[in-house]
Structures are given as C-alpha cells and as structure tokens.
C-alpha cells in the first residue's frame, strides 16, 4: 500500500483508493486516502518540525537539498517508468525532460538558498532599516496530475530550501511519484516532520489541508474553480495560485515560418496536450493562413499515438475517463459549432492500438480551422490535444483577440519585426510571453499568470513572495 509519511513515519488509512495505469487499466498500487486528523496530525508535525528546519545553517540545509537532488537524478529511470505508468504521459518526455528537470529544482533553490539577501533602507544619519527573509511557516503544497513530478518539486524544493516545512498532497490520480520522492526525502536526511504527505481527495484530505489553522501558505496548482474556492475557505493565509491557461500563439506572415510551425505543433501536442501553458488558441494571419492549417494538419496525423512506455509515442493516454469524456466532448462541441474538423476527431484510434491499450484513454491530434475566437472550444480550457486554429488580420486584431478570454498565463509570438514585439509584450494580458521560441524555462524567472490564471508568482526570487515572508527591522543609529 502506498502510504502516507507523517513525521517521519509511513501511516495508513482505514479507507484506501486505487491508482491506475491510464492506458492499460491495470491497477498499480492501493493507496491510504488520509482522514481529516492524520492531515491534521501532518500538519501539526510540520509546525513541530519547523524551528529548528528554519535556523539550521543554510550551507547544512542547503547540502541535504542538494542530496535529494541527487537522489532524483541517480533515479531518473525508476521515477520517469512510474510516471509515466500513473499518468499516461509519454516515457519520452517523462525521461528526457520531466523528471531531470525535478532534480534541477532541487539544485536551483539550494543554492538560491545560499545566496538570499535583504535590503537595506538608510534614513539619512538617523536610522536604518535592514529586512529579513524569513521562511513562512508549515506550507501546504497542492499539485495536478498533469506533470505532478515536476510540479510538485517545482514546490518542495523552494518550500524546504528557503526554511519552511510541507504538507503536500499530490492529486489522488498520480500519487506514485510523490510516495516516491517522499522515500528519497528520507534518504537525504530530511528530519522527521520537515516534509510530510498525505493522499486523498480534494474534497476530503485536501479540503482538511487547506482549513487547517496550523497552514502558513499553500502553494496550489491546479483548475481555476478549485483555485477560487480554496483563496474562498481556507481563511487568512498567503497564497500562490498557479491556474488553468488558454495561451494564444500569435503566428505573423513575417515569422520563421517552419520554426513557427514546429513549434505550434509541439506547443500543443507535447504532454498530451495536458499541459498549463499550452499555446491552444492558434492565431495565424490571414495571408498565411490556408498553407498553415494544411500543414498543421499534416504534422497532426504523422503523430504516434499508442503505448506511452514505448520511447517513440509522441501522445500517451489522456489520465482518466473522466477527462477523456471532457475532450472528446470539446471535439463534438467544437463541430456543432461549425469549426471545420481537418485532423483526428472523437473517436479513440482503435485500430492502431493493441488490445492491451483499447481500454486507454486515447485522442488522436485534433485540429479545427475556421475557429473563431467566441466558440467554447476557443474560450475554455480542453487540456487536451485539441488544436483551434483562427486567423486574423493585424496587429490590434490579433491582440485584442488574445486578450478577450478569462485567462492570462503564458502567450507566445511569431514576427521578425522587433518593434511589434516590443508593442505586443506590453499589450498582451498573461504573465509571461515567449517570442520566436517554444515555453522554454529559465529556473530564476517569474512563473505564473494573471485574470483566470492565478495569482502569484513562482520560480529564482519570486518563491520568496509564497515562501517567505519580509521583516523589517527599524534601528536608531
Ligand atoms: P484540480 O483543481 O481538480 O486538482 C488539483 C489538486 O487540487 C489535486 O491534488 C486535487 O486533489 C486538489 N483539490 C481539489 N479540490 C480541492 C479542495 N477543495 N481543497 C484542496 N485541494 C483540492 O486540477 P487538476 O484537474 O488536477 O489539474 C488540471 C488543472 O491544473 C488545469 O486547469 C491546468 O491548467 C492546471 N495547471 C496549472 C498549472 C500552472 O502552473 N498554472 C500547471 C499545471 C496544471
């Protein structure tokens, strides 16, 4: 049974629920779902364990961080099978990219550790005033099942750096990697009670995480009606809320245009299509617009879809029925729409898989052109490999389009024309805008969204605002 690590100790629950292979249907592991008091006694443990985690020296507590970095890294065969297994996401990126860049995060924020400074305010030759970081307290730490390796070390790792002590609850879909880093934990040398896991539901061990009056933060990833009713119950508490996306990419006729296309394909086919930051909205100039939809569509049906283990599966298994009903229902609304259907479709590709996978949760490349920007499927978030396609005439056209939609978290622009992009990063309503490249992550830069997409920011000095909090000190001289 996969169990949940209270204080060091590995706890089970009365009730326990199954976790399963999404494209095979084979059960992996039973896992104890936490009652409301081990969440608290998690809780409890975490605000015990927080003094002396605090003032460690940083260099002592920086080296333990590192070591679960290395424990990751040594690991990365084991981890990235298992994640693959828990989510269906493909082995190819789950090894190559998802879980290295786990350790990564370790790395990065035990030497941002190291390096953290205040500021200091002089007021003339009267008085100075110096601030101090310091960590926030027992921080909650809520993750998705889309890449839940990454995310939730993405929180661990600034969290337990930066001095603070964790409960996390890792989604009831893809609890295994969790379970395992739990272990790793351990091994560094994490004390009992630093970092803590619970498994369970939203509505039972993560509703008890969140209202619990020994919680400082809560770092959430995660949909945005879950967002908004956490930020309503969970009382007077720091937040960091990193939320659903509906990014546009906004494809120029003076662009790179085989660059652009690649990575448009990649932009929302990578990760299944289960990705935050996918670029789902597709906004091409008109000029260009009929030669991209036609190769678009091409490269969408050369696309492997099958077993996510095999390394050359480019599109696994959606993670569960439930979400595969939501985006092959996004597939039949967008054609009652009238968008026109010019790769894949709803219906599973049954005929390329082997009996083994035809119970998975499978959607080929989907793209729609002729979308326009009020359809559901332009408006609301699919997370899924579902593409829509829209053109557009100019500059102002294509910003006020971008922006006339609830989110604002990643956007990405294709123009070789420098004083449009300038124009267009100032004007475009997300919190981050990647040009003439594809969602590439610098650690120390700011990670978050704006409108729907959260509030907050994660990632190098930001962490601190979740993380930390400032203290002023004010002294006569
Ligand atoms: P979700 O909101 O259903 O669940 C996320 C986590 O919250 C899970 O662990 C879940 O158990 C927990 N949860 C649910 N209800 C809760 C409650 N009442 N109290 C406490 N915890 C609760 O989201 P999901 O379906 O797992 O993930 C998909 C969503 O995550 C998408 O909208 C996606 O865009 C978003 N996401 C955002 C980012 C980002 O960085 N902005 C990254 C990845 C995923």
């Known amino acids: ?10 706890v089970e629950s009365k009730e326990t629920f199954e976790t399963v292979n999404p494209a095979t ?6 896992v104890a779902h936490a009652t409301p008091e081990q969440v608290a006694a998690a809780c409890q443990a975490a605000k015990n364990a927080f003094p002396a985690w605090a003032n460690m020296a940083v260099a002592k507590r920086s080296k333990i961080i590192e070591k679960l970095g290395d424990l990751i890294a040594d690991n990365v065969n084991e981890l990235s099978a298992l994640e693959t297994a828990d989510t269906g996401l493909p082995l190819y990126q789950t090894r190559n990219a998802l879980i290295p860049r786990a350790s990564s995060n370790f790395y990065f924020f035990a030497e941002k550790a190291k390096q953290m400074n205040g500021h200091t305010y002089p007021m003339d030759d009267q008085m100075l005033n110096y601030t101090l970081y310091q960590p926030t307290g027992v921080c909650a730490l809520i993750s998705p099942w ?34 395992f880093l739990a272990k790793l934990a351990l091994e560094a040398g994490i004390p009992a009670g630093v970092f803590n896991v619970v498994h369970g539901f939203g509505s039972t061990t993560g509703n008890a995480l969140i209202t619990d009056p020994n919680v400082n933060a809560i770092s959430f990833t995660g949909g945005t009606s879950t967002g908004k009713h956490i ?7 720091k937040f960091s809320m990193e939320l659903g996306g509906k990014s546009p990419v906004m494809i120029f006729d003076d662009c790179d245009y085989e660059r652009a296309l690649d990575a448009a394909v990649f932009g929302i086919f990578s990760i299944n299509g289960e990705r935050c930051t996918a670029g789902s909205r597709i906004f091409v100039q008109e000029g260009i617009y009929d030669r991209f939809c036609e190769e ?34 996004y597939i039949k609304i967008g054609i009652e729409e009238g968008a026109t259907l010019i790769a894949g479709g709803p219906e599973k590709p049954l ?3 082997p009996d ?9 490349p989907t793209v729609f052109r002729d979308v326009t920007n009020n359809m559901r499927i332009a408006r609301e978030e699919i997370f899924g490999p579902v593409a829509v396609l829209i053109p557009f005439k100019d500059e102002a056209d294509v910003v006020s389009m971008a922006n ?52 907050g920011r994660e990632g190098g000095d930001y962490s601190f605002e979740v993380f930390c909090e400032p203290k002023n000190v004010c002294i006569s001289m």
Not at 25 to 30: I, R, S, T
């Open 1 to 10: 049974m996969i169990k949940n690590l209270i204080n060091g100790k590995w």
């Open 25 to 30: 249907g084979e059960v992996l592991a039973e």
């Open 146 to 179: 889309n890449v839940p390796f990454m995310t939730g070390t993405w929180k661990t790792a600034p969290a337990l750096a930066l001095g603070n002590t964790a409960v996390m609850k890792q989604s009831e879909l893809s609890p295994l990697t969790t379970d």
């Open 231 to 237: 930020i309503a119950n969970a009382g007077l508490k």
């Open 296 to 329: 678009f569509a091409a490269r969408a049906n050369k696309i492997t879809v099958g077993d996510p283990m095999n390394m050359d599966t480019k599109v696994g298994s959606l993670i569960s029925q439930g979400h595969w009903d939501k985006v092959t229902g």
């Open 351 to 353: 005929s390329e898989l």
């Open 356 to 364: 083994h996978l035809k119970g998975g949760h499978f959607v080929r």
């Open 404 to 455: 006339d939609n609830d989110y604002g978290l990643a956007s990405y622009l294709w123009t070789q024309d420098v004083g449009k992009v300038h124009r267009i990063a100032r004007s475009v309503e997300a919190g981050m805008m990647f040009v003439n490249s594809q969602n590439v992550r610098d650690l120390r830069t700011p990670f978050g969204g704006v409108k729907g997409s959260g509030t």
